[in-house]
């Protein structure tokens, strides 16, 4: 994603969060799409076992063991990848986003010449006010790369070199 860095007029524009406000609806972004997925894998355990409950044995038995294991298999896998979101979930709730920082750390919202970041958890890309964020943890590759780093300073990441803009 390339963002400028000057304005029309060649004055520094900065797309991104300006206010510790905004900061936090970032923040309640990432908590929301967490909570989002939590329901749709609760709703899908949901309709497993439900499926598994109108599954009735027919003559063809080994058919009909097959069939609930693998319902069990994919009940088993969603309840994993539910405990998982409840972990994230839990771990992003943590994060104290009512602080502006000087250098990149958790919690931290950072603008640079490669895009935006919010260094809290890796959950992917958030939507905010028309820009896309990408949401990192500190021990995720591009979080090592930033992790201490202040505005003006550059970091290295696949070979290229990005200068940090601002964080907040």
Do not use: N
């Amino acid at each position: 994603m390339d963002i400028p860095v000057v304005d029309s007029q060649g004055l520094p524009w900065i797309p991104m969060i300006s206010s510790l406000h905004d900061k936090k609806r970032l923040h309640e972004a990432c908590l929301s799409m967490v909570r989002s997925r939590m329901e749709q894998i609760t709703g899908s355990l949901d309709e497993a076992r439900e499926a598994s409950l109108a599954e009735t044995k027919s003559s063809a038995g080994d058919k009909y063991e097959t069939g609930r294991e693998m319902m069990r298999i994919q009940s088993d896998m969603r309840a994993l990848q539910l405990y998982e979101a409840q972990d994230l979930l839990q771990r992003l709730e943590r994060i104290d986003v009512s602080q502006e920082h000087s250098a990149v750390r958790v919690g931290s919202v950072v603008w640079t010449t490669g895009g935006l970041y919010f260094v809290a958890q890796s959950i992917g890309q958030i939507p905010l006010d028309g820009f896309e964020y990408q949401t990192i943890s500190l021990a995720s590759p591009m979080g090592k790369a930033l992790k201490g780093l202040s505005a003006g300073q550059f970091a290295e990441f696949r070979e290229q070199k990005l200068e940090i803009l601002s964080v907040i």
